[in-house]
């Protein structure tokens, strides 16, 4: 929590003033009754003493106060809130070795059913886009608010040679500056391979690009280390290039995921979709603050008049 205008918090020395007056005078008043009247005698002359209520409606008036003080202060706390706009690039790998059985029934289709899923489930505000990279990166669906198109394009996706991880970084990054170029919304990159840059530009060019355009890169690593593919007969080991994805994701600000099921993937889809949708941002939280304090003095009020009908 932060404050607009601190100096103000200099008046909680005066509510410690305060705390310590009333202590003292408790203290003043228990002395006096013990000097003036024997025990014995207390008991029978004084009243029952009310205890810990005594003490609450000060206790809460005091509270008050502090609450107060610190509304004056005009505090700042960062709160959650949705975003209202954001565009969201989903970069698809659809090399052979996406065919790998690793992942049931295919890395392929299961990553398919995920990403649909994921769409789906972003705000209708939110522009989306779908580019798909083998050997080259190409713009399937057009960013847009239209999630249904990009969720067709994606179900129409078939397999290719090669993986051009860089290259699709580049294709999205083209994409997102054709969003409104006066006045871009947030943008992000959702990008998920199962293998290494084999194709097109280096990974170190496309992150470097997306980093001075202020694009996060999201890279998911997807398959198991063991996942092997067929290709002309023998069967090819087909492990994502973990060190390569995450270390674009780190360059750009971005996430970096593993994923080697269906659940897992699932479960990295939906953490993206919580930290796409939603968005950190300062906000002034007086009123709430005055709102607390206000009620801790009407319930020292509530309870001073209730138990001593009296206020405070």
Do not use: C
């Not at 509270?63 to 709160?79: E, G």
């Not at 994805?245 to 995921?257: E, P, Q």
């Amino acid at each position: 929590m932060r404050f607009e205008q601190p100096l103000w918090l200099w008046l909680l020395v005066l509510v410690a003033a305060l705390v310590a007056a009333y202590l003292i005078a408790q203290r003043r008043r228990t002395k006096y009754a013990v000097r003036f009247a024997t025990l014995p005698m207390l008991e029978k002359v004084a009243p029952v003493r009310p205890g810990w209520r005594r003490h609450a409606p000060a206790a809460a008036f005091l509270a008050a106060l502090t609450v107060l003080t610190i509304a004056i202060a005009r505090p700042v706390a960062d709160i959650r809130v949705p975003r209202e706009r954001a565009t969201v690039l989903v970069a698809m790998d659809i090399s052979n070795s996406m065919a790998a059985t690793d992942v049931a029934p295919n890395r392929f289709e299961t990553a398919k059913q995920a990403a649909v899923e994921f769409v789906r489930e972003l705000p209708e505000k939110f522009n989306v886009g779908l580019v798909s990279f083998a050997r080259t990166a190409t713009v399937v669906s057009a960013p847009s608010t239209n999630h249904q198109a990009t969720v067709d394009a994606i179900n129409s996706l078939q397999l290719r040679d090669s993986t051009a991880i860089g290259d699709a970084v580049l294709t999205s990054l083209q994409a997102v500056r054709s969003i409104d170029p006066d006045d871009p919304p947030p943008s992000r990159i959702v990008l998920l391979s199962d293998g290494g840059n084999t194709a097109g530009s280096p990974v170190d060019e496309a992150a470097a690009a997306a980093a001075q355009a202020g694009v996060p890169v999201s890279t998911i690593a997807y398959g198991t280390p063991e996942g092997t593919v067929n290709l002309e007969g023998r069967d090819v080991a087909v492990p994502a290039d973990t060190e390569a994805l995450k270390g674009l994701a780190d360059a750009t600000s971005g996430s970096f995921y593993e994923a080697e099921n269906d659940e897992q993937l699932r479960d990295v889809y939906s953490d993206l979709q919580s930290s796409i949708g939603w968005t950190t941002e300062p906000r002034e939280i007086t009123n709430l603050v005055a709102g607390v304090a206000l009620a801790a003095a009407l319930l020292a009020a509530l309870a001073s008049l209730l138990w001593f009908s009296r206020l405070p």
